[in-house]
């Protein structure tokens, strides 16, 4: 009598047969076992949003915020370059006062609905109506905004302004959220690349927006507030962290580059200018043999190898050379001690000891600042220069600054887009508080080049004038300029298609993924 198994007797493989079939149907299933890419990434801050109202945003953080969140008519490419987002091209001078655009079809909000020059009117019309808004001084000029058909727009300003381009920068918000008393984050409706999904006081969420133009292939974004220093350097080795942009000291970053295998440094020019302030008011500082002794005794090149870990390179003018109004013409930045000294001499300030004057220097209490100011104060030492360093919290700082009392002050300029920006920091309309000319520096000939410059709408034209301002500033120096720093992240190794921005923003999330 035939033995008959069990698996035979219900028609099952043999043992044999069955660890074949198994061993065979793993060779083919590993493949699809594999991890695949991960589709959230983690960014570490060193604070807090202040706004998610893009008109209330002019913090740092709120303004990477808001690129993601919200779209908005111009924006900004990798160099700091404007270029149009929401609108089909570049916005038309139909006359010095009048400029028109036309708004790109299909933009929704993250709601589905669709982005309407009536919803572009209202989100502008607020900030020149409203005072309040944070963002609205650059609206000041601004006489009506019309919502024209077929999704075209028209601005007519006061007075000629070819800078106003670079203000429609602004997020566009949806026609009733701006009826309603406030923003709530929990109900915005955006058209960025992401929309939010939560808000906590340590952690912000962003989801991706299903109705965006340009649909991210990360599905979400969390931005974790990291405060220490030394936190963020161990959750970028942990894993944790993707990104730390510009979060890091230098020191450490020299460490984490030979020893993180998993991690990657990425570097690019920044719209960032560091300088040397003086007080014009002031007696001693005031006078330009002093001003001229002090450019020259700043051996810019040591601090930035030094102190800067070489991510810098010497300045001669606000503008870095990657902007098209940078001046070539403008002498090269000279090191030379000797030469200073000379000029202190024969304006009949000697030595007495080792000593020809004393003189403040303020600055933040940041650590990188700090160690600026004291090599600035170690060079200025050998010509004879004595100086003080005062650091102070920034509140005080900036206070002391407005109401001039200081000699010098060390600040960087930071995201700046068009040489209007010498106007603002140098007319003499822009004393403080009306503007940013904190040293209190007035030329006449320089006043009417500003006005100028900001009129013209003709590249070529406003060019010619910007290098000539460029010129007036390096002569007189209210300002000693001294280096662009470099913007810098510490990135996953694995994380593809993210290039950093001259001015910090994070955009190229859009488009960036995990291989």
């Known amino acids: 009598m035939r033995h008959i198994t069990f698996q035979h007797a219900f028609r099952l493989p043999s043992p044999w047969s069955l660890l074949a079939t198994l061993i065979c149907a793993s060779t083919f299933v590993t493949p699809r076992l594999s991890s695949a890419p991960k589709t959230t990434l983690s960014i570490a801050f060193e604070d807090n949003i202040r706004s998610f109202d893009p008109r209330q945003s002019v913090d740092a953080n709120s303004q990477y915020i808001e690129d993601l969140v919200h779209c908005s008519l111009m924006g900004f490419d990798p160099d700091g370059k404007a270029i149009p987002i929401a609108l089909e091209a570049d916005p038309t001078w139909v006359s010095p006062k009048i400029l028109e655009m ?85 109900t915005l409706k955006g058209c960025g690349s992401y929309k939010l999904k939560s808000t906590g006081i340590n952690e912000i969420i962003l989801e991706s927006n299903s109705f965006s133009s340009i649909l991210p292939k990360l599905s979400l974004i969390a931005i974790k507030i990291v405060r220490n220093e030394k936190t963020r350097y161990a959750k ?42 003086f007080n014009m008011k002031d007696s001693l500082v005031s006078n330009p043999a002093i001003r ?129 920006i010498y106007r603002y920091a140098f007319a003499t309309e822009n004393f403080p508080p009306n503007g940013a000319n904190r ?28 290098d000539q301002i460029q010129d007036i500033v390096e002569h007189d120096k209210p300002y000693i300029f001294l280096w662009h720093e470099e913007n810098f992240a510490v990135v996953n190794k694995d994380l593809a298609g993210f290039d950093l921005y001259a001015d910090g923003r994070y955009s190229a999330l859009q488009h960036s993924y995990f291989q």
């Open 102 to 186: 036309q708004l790109r079809k299909n933009l929704k909000f993250s709601d589905g609905t669709a982005v309407r020059a009536e919803d572009v009117a209202a989100t502008y019309n607020s900030l020149v109506k409203n005072k309040e808004l944070r963002r609205s001084s650059a609206f000041e000029g601004v006489e009506k905004i019309e919502s024209l058909s077929d999704g075209r727009l028209r601005f007519t300003l006061k007075r000629p302004d070819a800078s106003f381009p670079t203000n429609l920068v602004v997020g566009i918000l949806k026609e009733d959220e701006i009826k309603a008393a406030g923003i709530d984050p929990s």
């Open 236 to 277: 970028l080795r942990a894993g944790e962290i993707d990104i730390v942009q510009n979060g890091i000291s230098r020191d450490t970053l020299r460490t984490l580059e030979r020893r993180n295998p998993n991690l990657k440094v990425l570097k690019r020019p920044s719209l960032k200018t560091t300088y040397v302030g």
């Open 292 to 420: 001229e002794a002090i450019s020259l005794a700043i051996n810019r090149q040591e601090i930035i190898n030094i102190i800067l870990n070489g991510m810098a390179v010497p300045a001669r003018t606000i503008l870095p050379p990657t902007s098209a109004y940078f001046s070539e013409k403008l002498p090269k930045e000279t090191y030379d001690p000797q030469n200073a000294e000379r000029i202190l001499d024969k304006a009949g300030f000697v030595k007495k000891d080792k000593f020809r004057f004393e003189v403040s220097l303020k600055t933040t209490t940041d650590v990188t600042r700090i160690s600026v100011a004291k090599a600035i104060a170690s060079q200025l030492k050998r010509i004879g220069i004595k100086v003080i360093v005062e650091p102070m919290e920034w509140g005080r700082f900036k206070l002391d600054i407005d109401q001039g009392r200081v000699q010098l002050w060390t600040l960087t300029w930071v995201g700046f887009k068009d040489p209007d």
């Open 439 to 466: 040293g209190w520096y007035s030329n006449p000939t320089l006043d009417t080049l500003l006005e100028s410059g900001r009129e013209k709408n003709d590249f070529s034209d406003r060019k010619k004038i910007y």
